[in-house]
């Protein structure tokens, strides 16, 4: 296994790309309660190791390369640019950072910023009027920060996955889907029949293919 060139041990530009991406998360997500700082800090554990691979120790390149050094003997497995997994293993050659997979990666993490900015401004002025969110994001779904922040580990799984952040993404999906449940019964107590109908016309998670059916703010009930 070729290994000239280690890339690796940076961890002052991991916690640098971490704290930038978690600040972002939080200055557009805002979290005010429990529910919200654990749906908030699942995602922050999956920022910080993906990046602490990323730049500092490449864990999931010591598990696979008994499998990947022989595959790839002319490959520099601690360079920077065989991280980029779904590159590599595909045999693409060139400059991974302009492959399709890391060109729709930087697409599902705007996506996932756009909404949980978009969503955070609608619930927030909601929520001072002590109405069902129903404009913006929430005409479309009943929870677009959960899907903003599942967008946002999509994308970065597409530019650069790892063997603990694949595991950590269907159980970070499955718990999001819990606390949307969660939240939709609290809604329900708090808003009554407002929020049945809201929830009887907006989909949870997957918007109809003919847009939203309705897009005016419902009173709380």
Do not use: C
């Amino acid at each position: 296994m070729n290994n000239a060139g280690n890339d690796y041990g940076l961890w002052g530009l991991a916690a640098i790309n971490a704290v930038v991406f978690i600040g972002f998360a939080y200055s557009f997500f805002k979290p005010t309660n429990p529910r919200d700082w654990r749906s908030f800090g699942a995602f922050s554990a999956f920022i910080v190791a993906l990046f602490a691979e990323m730049y500092g120790f490449p864990l999931t390149i010591y598990a696979l390369a008994g499998w990947l050094g022989p595959k790839f003997p002319n490959v520099n497995l601690f360079g920077h640019d065989a991280g980029h997994l779904w590159w590599l293993v595909t045999g693409q050659h060139g400059n991974p950072h302009f492959g399709l997979m890391h060109l729709l990666s930087f697409g599902f993490i705007f996506v996932g910023f756009t909404l949980l900015a978009k969503s955070w401004h609608v619930l927030y002025h909601a929520q001072r009027r002590h109405e069902v969110a129903t404009t913006g994001p929430y005409a479309w779904v009943r929870h677009p920060q959960y899907i903003g922040f599942v967008s946002i580990m999509f994308g970065f799984l597409l530019q650069w996955p790892t063997l603990l952040t694949l595991a950590m993404f269907p159980v970070l999906v499955l718990m999001y889907v819990r606390l949307a449940m969660a939240e939709e019964r609290d809604s329900e107590r708090l808003f009554g029949d407002s929020w049945r109908a809201y929830a009887a016309r907006t989909p949870r998670f997957i918007p109809n293919a003919g847009g939203p059916g309705h897009d005016q703010p419902v009173a709380g009930g």
